[in-house]
């Protein structure tokens, strides 16, 4: 069963990638196509490289009680804002705003702030669209669903990232959602939705200023 929710995992990243070039709307790129282990950094580092607008990580949670079910989504703690810049070093992501040489160190670390607050307010904005639209997809969530850790694929300083659990495995019910066409497709159009929204709202905001 285990396995089977693997594929299926994979499966609704390679549905959303279908659907959201369909509308012609954007390029998608996926992390890996089969069930193979990439990199946590590696995954982070492929979406900066493309200059990502944003990355969303799929995943099935699981838990050690059988009647906790439902979806949640992930964005950065102030825990997790530690590790960004031993992430930075670690793996020479620089900012574009670094690059200028020409400015002041001190100027450049304070842009470099800037671009990291901006990322982590686009982040939470789009976890607190994509929230109500797993509701109106018919998909259960987890109480206060928005939550905050700190993950590593969440540790892009210039990416704006969410980490969507999209049930428990370890829930009958969850888990027969996730193997059921229908039920993913619902799933898929409600992201779906929300990422059309996002990027809507975006285009509103950058019009305003």
Do not use: C
Request: aromatic share 6%; glycine share 4%; no cysteine.
């Amino acid at each position: 069963m285990i396995d089977e929710l693997k594929r299926q995992t994979t499966a609704m990243a390679t549905a959303l990638r279908d659907v959201l070039l369909k509308s012609e709307r954007y390029d998608v790129a996926l992390t890996r196509s089969a069930d193979v282990f990439i990199e946590l950094e590696d995954r982070v580092t492929k979406a900066r490289t493309l200059g990502a607008d944003l990355f969303i990580a799929l995943h099935a949670d699981a838990g050690p009680k059988a009647e906790t079910r439902g979806a949640s989504v992930y964005t950065l703690s102030p825990e997790g804002e530690k590790r960004v810049e031993a992430a930075r070093h670690k793996n020479d992501w620089v900012l574009s705003v670094e690059v200028d040489s020409s400015r002041p160190q001190q100027v450049n670390q304070i842009l470099a702030d800037l671009v990291q607050r901006e990322t982590k307010n686009q982040s939470a904005r789009f976890a607190q669209t994509l929230v109500p639209a797993l509701a109106e997809a018919g998909w259960p969530a987890l109480e206060n669903a928005h939550r905050k850790r700190g993950f590593y694929v969440l540790l892009s300083p210039d990416v704006p990232a969410v980490l969507l659990e999209m049930g428990f495995i370890t829930n009958d019910q969850d888990a027969a959602m996730l193997v059921s066409a229908s039920k993913r497709r619902k799933l898929v159009e409600g992201m779906a939705r929300a990422i059309d929204s996002f990027f809507d709202s975006q285009a509103k905001l950058l019009a305003a200023k």
